[in-house]
């Protein structure tokens, strides 16, 4: 029970395609930053997909915080990805319609785990607060297309974080950040991660953010379908 | 409640193409509904119009004619009745009472009605309600006239006014009698049916106006007379050619056309100037180069006034002719000395209803004159029955521009999809299964059909409101503004049930797709 993740001969593709995912064995410890590298192209996002189980394995076992993806319905995977997994993605983060405020507390609104997790705290205080410890607590009120790049990822940070998951999935969060912003972005995670002791998985096509992370893994090492 | 409030906030965030959506949906609502409420509220106004009254009797032709001259003034009737003829079904024992009408003449675009006090003790409309008086005294004298509760308000007259009355139904009469003017005795209450739109005299009145020259003819009885009252004046008749176009239809065969002016020659009144006036508006060509009759074009074309040397020019002269003729005495006459000739129609109430049938039949089969009863139900559903194919095609048209309206809709939300891809992978991010999607979509969908629903039925109530007092001006017809019947709920169900089932088109493509895209959009 110590792994956050545990993939066994683990083979996916689209439809009928050829085989994008062929990982013989893949374990991550609970509590670890890592930092999952790859080029474009050598199936970062799918592997992030059937980790938060909106994809289904063909073959294998995918264990992600204990749990056998493969023996859940799709609604069941459904609600384990709300409860345990928070999602950042590399741009466009935001549902347009929504505050900043409704945006960090949507997952919270969505799953009653995660909205049971946050202590008595109301959806707003923790949402106010979050959105404080990354620096945005000035743009609740604002409409999310009103935002930069920078502080539209930082929202996204904080929905991700809201209501502790054990799990979070940044799938290149810092690409369209120039460097200085990256690694104020990074602290700013880190720090938060720790507070709640998640596992944090980050993928970037970008080696120069390696240094920070406690685990680095090529992907193109651990997947055969890459060549 | 989160997908609701979803829905909502992505419709607000829309908010045009929701309002287009919502528009375009609330305008054919309206026109279904509202179709549906024109169509009752006819038939209501129509069946409130005459109630109690067993049978309609008039002279033979269509019934659904009868129906509509005799109870809602539209229409001319064709042929009179013998006076005697309506006393003999008058004192049938199976009849109980009777209500004569003399039909036919107009004053300023309102039906003149003859009739007696029975109109007062017996017509009945809206489930037995009587005629009362709004002020003054039913018209009892000759030259007595009540007004219908419109007529007064729209005309802008009150007790002691003289008017005068036109012969024929032409909107625009000239002055034909004004050597017998009525007086104003009393106005009506308010009805909502025809009787707000007629103007009451007796039936002696009634056969005064049609006196040739303003006095009663001699007492010859086989004066011509007789006939003009229904049909239009004969030839020999002075004052005839005055009237407009209306007054004078061109069945008749005198018109006002050029060739018609030959006619004239022989005839001293012909141009007066009243007639000079009718001219002018007919666009004759005596008046386009403006200086009239010594025009040789004018002269031509009316051969008569050439020829006649009769002295058109003389304003003074031509008005006068019709008072000189030396019969300005009607207003010394009493109803007394007026003998009335001849009905246009009657209205019957049985003593007991079972003799319905037999009396219609009896009446029908009347050898001295042609006669026919009709049964005002019978005729009513006879002429809605006649209207069910128009009735049926404008609500068949109604539904097609609702489902327009929905496939508008649907086409809205369909192409937004594309855009909502990255909405749709978030939402799968958070936690939200592809059921939430298709409840959200669906959700939008029939939040976009009530609401224009509901907007649909504000949007025809608000214009029945302004509509109505239009309507019953122009058509007589007093269309009730009634709640949204079982029909209207029924309808307004169906259109928020076809908003929820046309949700799924959108919302099945958004599942697929967000199936397919996972987390990432893959075009």
């Known amino acids: ?227 | 409640m989160l997908v609701f409030d979803l829905a909502l906030k992505s419709l607000r965030n829309r908010a045009f193409s929701t309002s287009l959506t919502v528009g375009s949906i609330a305008l054919s609502v309206a026109l279904l509904i509202g179709v549906e409420n024109v169509r009752v509220g006819m038939r209501e106004s129509f069946s409130n119009t005459i109630s109690q009254t067993d049978l309609i009797v008039g002279t033979k032709g269509g019934t659904i004619q009868l129906l509509l001259y005799s109870v809602f003034g539209m229409g001319a009737p064709t042929e009179n009745v013998s006076w005697e003829a309506y006393r003999e079904w008058a004192d049938h024992p199976a009849v109980e009472w009777t209500i004569p009408y003399g039909l036919g003449d107009s004053h300023r675009g309102f039906r003149v009605i003859g009739t007696n006090e029975d109109f007062y003790r017996h017509y009945r409309y809206r489930g037995g309600q009587q005629i009362a008086l709004a002020e003054g005294r039913a018209n009892e004298g000759l030259f007595d006239v009540t007004l219908g509760a419109d007529v007064a308000t729209e005309l802008s007259y009150a007790l002691g006014d003289e008017i005068a009355v036109t012969h024929g139904l032409g909107e625009v009469g000239f002055i034909n009698h004004d050597h017998m003017p009525f007086t104003v005795t009393g106005v009506l209450a308010k009805t909502f049916t025809p009787v707000d739109r007629a103007i009451y005299v007796t039936l002696e009145g009634m056969e005064a106006i049609h006196w040739e020259d303003g006095a009663p003819p001699a007492s010859d009885d086989g004066h011509a007379h007789d006939e003009a009252e229904a049909e239009s004046p004969p030839a020999d008749d002075g004052h005839v050619h005055d009237d407009e176009a209306e007054a004078a239809p061109a069945d008749d065969g005198h018109a006002h056309d050029d060739e018609a002016e030959a006619a004239h020659d022989d005839d001293d009144h012909a141009h007066d100037d009243e007639e000079e006036a009718a001219h002018d508006e007919d666009g004759h060509d005596h008046d386009d180069d403006g200086d009239a009759h010594d025009d040789e074009a004018a002269a031509e074309a009316q051969a008569a006034p050439a020829d006649d040397g009769h002295a058109h020019d003389d304003e003074a002269e031509a008005q006068a002719a019709p008072a000189d003729d030396g019969h300005a005495h009607a207003e010394d006459l009493s109803i007394e000395d007026v003998e009335v000739t001849q009905v246009t129609s009657f209205f019957v109430g049985t003593t007991n209803r079972r003799d319905v049938l037999q009396l219609q039949r009896e009446i029908n089969d009347f050898e001295d004159e042609p006669m026919m009863a009709v049964i005002p139900g019978v005729a009513l559903n006879e002429m809605w029955q006649g209207l069910a194919y128009a009735e049926t095609g404008l609500r068949l048209v109604a539904i097609f521009v609702v489902l327009v309206g929905l496939l508008g809709m649907l086409v809205s939300l369909y192409t937004s999809l594309n855009e909502r891809r990255r909405e749709m992978a978030i939402l799968r991010a958070v936690g939200a299964g592809p059921n939430r999607i298709i409840t959200l979509l669906v959700l939008e969908s029939l939040c976009l059909a009530s609401a224009g629903a509901l907007a649909g039925l504000t949007l025809v109530y608000a214009l029945l409101a302004i509509a109505q007092p239009l309507v019953e001006a122009q058509a007589g017809l007093f269309i009730p503004i009634r709640p949204p019947g079982s029909i209207e709920l029924l309808f307004l169900g169906a259109v928020v049930l076809a908003g929820f089932l046309m949700g799924f088109v959108p919302a099945l493509k958004a599942y697929r797709t967000a199936l397919h895209d996972g987390l990432a959009v893959r075009v």
């Open chain 1, 1 to 227: 029970m110590s792994l956050a993740i545990d993939l066994r001969r683990l083979r996916f593709r689209y439809g009928g395609g050829p085989w994008v995912l062929d990982i013989p064995e893949l374990t991550l410890e609970r509590g670890t930053r890592a930092f999952l590298f790859g080029p474009s192209g050598s199936g970062k996002t799918t592997l992030l997909g059937v980790l938060a189980g909106v994809l289904e394995a063909e073959e294998g076992e995918v264990r992600v915080l204990g749990e056998d993806l493969a023996s859940l319905s799709g609604a069941q995977r459904d609600a384990f990805r709300a409860e345990h997994i928070g999602y950042v993605f590399q741009m466009f983060n935001l549902i347009p319609y929504l505050s900043v405020l409704d945006n960090i507390a949507l997952p919270a609104r969505m799953n009653a785990e995660r909205r049971a997790r946050l202590d008595g705290t109301g959806v707003r205080e923790t949402a106010t607060q979050l959105a404080d410890h990354l620096q945005i607590g000035d743009l609740l009120k604002k409409p999310v297309t009103e935002l930069s790049v920078g502080q539209q990822q930082r929202v996204a940070a904080c929905r991700a974080l809201i209501g502790s998951p054990e799990l979070i999935v940044a799938d290149e969060p810092t690409s369209s950040l120039d460097f200085d912003r990256r690694e104020a972005f990074l602290e700013l995670l880190f720090q938060e991660c720790e507070r709640a002791g998640a596992t944090l998985v980050f993928v970037s096509h970008d080696r120069t953010l390696e240094g920070m992370f406690s685990r680095t893994i090529s992907l193109p090492d651990v997947n055969k379908a890459v060549l």
